[in-house]
């Protein structure tokens, strides 16, 4: 008979690439909720250190198969969630939000660079790595936590991952551009 131990470590959903990846994930939301009493160099020189955590993190993941058709993960962060983070984001970054984004969909069909803004590409990671921890964290067997790695992976693959690395440019450029504060 096999222990509970030696099953948790057999099973994908509790490797050790994916305990690392669950932490990283949880540590970012966290800071991101607790953002809204932060100077800027508070807010910025963690986030520099922890973004890349999340993107490697999230890509030594191997690509995992949602193994029910029928799985849907659940959104726990609702709109007004995202908006307090983005907005307390908004406000500690003031007039350094704003940045040009050339990395974007949207860019094949224009000639000139896209504004969008750090707190609202912080606030699409927030969200996908939330509702990946709390899908993660509430599911019922092991099935279910593979679909939740699965659908995390392919929205990084997809959609967040380029996020990620557009938004450290943004906030490399804020962190160092005040040269009196490193």
């Excluded at 984001?89 to 000639?111: H, I, P, T």
């Excluded at 939330?130 to 699965?150: G, V």
Aim: aromatic share 12%.
């Amino acid at each position: 008979m096999h222990s509970i131990m030696e099953k948790e470590e057999n099973s994908p959903v509790y490797s050790r690439d994916v305990m690392e990846f669950v932490t990283v994930a949880v540590e970012y939301c966290a800071f991101l909720e607790q953002s809204n009493d932060k100077e800027r160099l508070q807010l910025t020189d963690p986030l520099l250190k922890i973004l890349p955590l999340v993107y490697l993190k999230s890509a030594i993941l191997p690509k995992y198969e949602i193994l029910d058709a029928d799985y849907y993960p659940e959104d726990y962060v609702t709109e007004e969630n995202y908006d307090i983070v983005r907005q307390n984001l908004a406000y500690v970054l003031g007039e350094k939000d704003d940045y040009l984004e050339v990395f974007m969909e949207d860019m094949k069909y224009s000639d000139s660079p896209i504004l969008t803004t750090i707190s609202e590409n912080l606030s699409d990671i927030y969200q996908a790595l939330k509702n990946f921890a709390m899908n993660y964290k509430n599911a019922a067997d092991e099935e279910m936590m593979m679909n939740a790695l699965a659908s995390a992976k392919n929205e990084f693959q997809y959609d967040w991952g380029q996020k990620v690395v557009n938004v450290m440019r943004a906030l490399h450029e804020v962190r160092y551009s005040e040269q009196d504060e490193y």
